[in-house]
């Protein structure tokens, strides 16, 4: 009992292990990868509460109550939808048996440690949140000058009075078609899903 109060005091009681991707099927959150889709397991870390699982397309979260119970909720939160942000990596002091990684995904604030011994593991995941988070930053930027562009082109023809016999209707129509299939061309191209190379780059297994 005194042992598992200093483990609390300490923050020592939920320290993370990572684990060997021989081991991933082994792990709870691997039933709810979508393999069907060709989704893969890149990092997977495992407390004695949580499974935080990272694949090409989400942060797959078993979150556990406690230790001790089997009731877990399964958490999912794509890239593409809830971005990366305020990524930290907490090195270990003399006396420190664990480092941190710390990120927000969206609103959600994470932080995970890890056993001291697997540092340099914990860094190449580090360095591919990094990256992922500049990449969906460098696409808002993109996504939103294409749509401020077009909304001031729109607002432009609104503005314009009919000169000519030009039927204002008809290019209010064409413009919008034409806006429509271009912002779909640049979502697909700056709106990223599959960041699989990224971790294939930055994750030496």
């Known amino acids: 009992m005194f042992k598992k109060i200093a483990a609390d005091a300490l923050g020592l ?12 099927d082994k792990a709870d959150a691997d039933d709810y990868v979508m393999h069907e889709d060709n989704e893969t397991i890149y990092f ?4 004695k509460k949580d499974e935080y699982c990272f694949t090409n397309l989400a942060l797959i979260h078993v979150d556990g109550e406690s230790a001790i119970s089997s009731k877990r909720t399964l958490k999912r939160y794509p890239y ?4 990366i942000t305020n990524v930290l990596l907490e090195t270990a002091g003399t006396i420190d048996l664990d480092v941190e990684i710390k990120f927000k995904m969206g609103d959600i604030q994470y932080s995970i440690d890890v ?13 591919a949140l990094i990256r992922i988070s500049e990449i969906t930053h460098e696409n808002n930027i993109h996504l939103n000058m294409g749509e401020q562009s077009l909304d001031k082109a729109i607002t432009v023809l609104h503005n314009t009075r009919t000169e000519s016999g030009m039927n204002i209707a008809n290019q209010y129509k064409e413009l919008t078609e034409f806006g429509f299939q271009w912002l779909t061309s640049v979502r697909g191209q700056y709106h990223e899903k599959d960041f699989g190379k990224v971790f294939e780059k930055y994750i030496n297994n």
Do not use: A
């Open 13 to 24: 009681s939920d320290i993370g292990k990572i684990i060997e991707p021989s081991d991933y």
């Open 44 to 47: 997977l870390i495992k407390t």
């Open 80 to 83: 593409s939808r809830h971005q």
């Open 115 to 127: 056993q001291k011994n697997q540092i340099e593991k914990l860094k190449d995941l580090y360095k």
